[in-house]
């Protein structure tokens, strides 16, 4: 964006590294470790409203029969069974809620919730780079996704419930493992 700064006597010419946005999207990622099966949606912004059309997808589109759907999300906000209702009618919102069930990874430990992994395969086999354009980056991720659905790429998740009682001790007190030792 910015024009180099002239070489002096002893000195090279000089580049400033800034770059023009062409704006920003947001990424919601779906991932179902028994299927090994992943869903992107692209948005434009990152909004309660947003999300609800996302978990109506999830429902309606990925899911239709399905009597329960869990999901685990991190505490953002807009992860709420609120949103729904922002975005649709009251029927319509408990219609999808009615086939939801939500569970939260605790606060800073959101390494628990498997599509945080997955958002890492993501960034390191597609997103690594400056993508400039919207539809580039649409395809481009399209591309990813079908790719390792196809592939049905897994996760070699290795933490056992043990593990997480252990470790988590302290957040969830009162757990089986932890009783036994009072």
Known sequence: ?????????????RYDYEY????????????????????VKVTERRTAVDYAHCMRELVDVHYPKAACIRVVQDNL????????YQAFAHAEAGRILRRLEFRYTPKHASWLNMVEIEIGVLQGQCLGRRIDDPKRLRNEI??????????????????????????LGRVYPGTPKESKSL
Do not use: C, Y
């Open 77 to 84: 906000s807009i992860h709420a069974p609120g949103a729904l």
């Open 20 to 39: 023009r946005r062409n704006g920003t999207v947001n990424l919601f990622v779906a991932f179902n470790p028994h299927r090994a099966w992943r869903k």
């Open 142 to 167: 399209a591309a990813w996704e079908r790719q390792r659905n196809k592939a049905r790429a897994r996760i070699n998740w290795m933490f056992t419930t043990d593990k997480a009682r252990t470790k």
């Open 1 to 13: 964006m910015r024009q180099p700064i002239p070489p002096q006597p002893g000195k090279r010419e």
